[in-house]
């Protein structure tokens, strides 16, 4: 999934690049359910014989994926950068496209990258910190109101002397919209990030640093269940709820919007150190010279 949600921030038009690597975490829930639902008709060697059939077959389309235009540009294949970028923009006229890419990668290639280098630069540490955060709130939070409602059933069922059996459903029902929820945001967000803001001359040390962090992260399974047992599963949903509020908060002040900006926009962003009122004046002041221009 890292793979195709950082390969989309590299070919695709900055407008949809979201949009595609949802697609990536839907087909991913879908596979899912398909296993789900062979596996309870048929045995689980019959199942995972079908399943196989489709990681199978993957190795036979990768000669058909193309490099993208970053990549070629680092390698010097001009020639095949501007050929890629012709099919993936449906025109031929790409030039003007294609020499801002090649400046940035100038740029960010002007030394080669090195681990420490997500440490010691401004703009990379930004971006660390960016990758970092909204890691942490993807695996310590879910839906905010689907957890406190979930809170405050279990709270009348286990503090009270009221009968809720008749609404069993509701915590089902919370805990389906929160699953639901988290896969169409935070389970994507993160990941679509990773690819987009760091350079390409860290990306592939951001990708290693960013899986061993959430290695560490998942002790969150542990936190669930010793939280249950001690506690109570009413405080354990309450505390991600609490997760999910600071999450808010993080997403609030500290990420940018990254719809419709190119990666060398997003970089040059991350270098300046620009805040989120810097980033919404700045496209309302371009938006006025559009319609300017237009008029």
């Not at 059933?153 to 009221?162: A, G, M, P, R, V």
């Not at 290695?215 to 505390?239: C, Y």
């Not at 805040?275 to 010279?289: C, G, Y």
């Given at each position: ?20 690597a949802?697609v ?5 829930i ?20 079908i399943?196989?059939?489709i ?15 970053y ?75 689907a957890?406190l409602?979930?809170?405050?059933y279990?709270?009348i ?33 993160p990941?679509?990030?990773l690819?987009?803001?760091f350079?390409?001359?860290v ?18 399974s ?50 300046e150190g ?22």
């Amino acid at each position: 999934m890292l793979f195709g949600s950082n390969l989309f921030g590299e070919i695709a038009d900055p407008n949809i690049t979201g949009l595609l690597a949802s697609v990536v975490f839907v087909a991913w829930i879908l596979g899912i359910l398909v296993t789900y639902v062979l596996g309870s008709y048929l045995s689980i060697a019959d199942t995972a014989l079908i399943s196989l059939i489709i990681p199978m077959l993957l190795p036979l389309t990768l000669p058909f994926i193309p490099e993208s235009s970053y990549y070629l540009l680092m390698k010097g294949k001009i020639k095949d950068a501007r050929d890629i970028l012709m099919v993936f923009k449906g025109t031929n006229n790409v030039e003007d496209k294609l020499n801002r890419l090649k400046e940035a990668v100038k740029d960010q290639n002007k030394n080669a990258g090195k681990y420490l280098d997500l440490f010691t630069v401004r703009s990379n540490r930004r971006a660390l910190y960016i990758m970092m955060g909204s890691r942490g709130a993807q695996q310590f939070s879910g839906t905010g109101i689907a957890l406190l409602t979930e809170r405050v059933y279990f709270d009348i069922k286990n503090t009270t002397d009221i009968d809720v059996s008749r609404y069993s459903l509701i915590p089902v029902v919370a805990l389906i919209t929160c699953v639901l929820m988290f896969a169409l945001g935070l389970q994507t967000i993160p990941v679509i990030l990773l690819g987009e803001i760091f350079p390409t001359n860290v990306k592939a040390f951001a990708i290693s640093f960013s899986d061993i962090y959430f290695a560490v992260i998942t002790i969150v399974s542990k936190f669930f269940q010793v939280t249950k047992d001690n506690f109570g599963m009413h405080i354990l949903v309450f505390a991600f709820a609490g997760c999910c509020v600071l999450g808010l908060l993080f997403v609030i002040f500290s990420l940018s919007e990254t719809k419709g900006k190119t990666l060398e926009e997003i970089q040059e962003e991350l270098k300046e150190g620009k805040s989120r009122k810097d980033h919404k004046l700045r496209a309302e002041n371009i938006k006025k010279l559009d319609n300017a221009k237009i008029c």
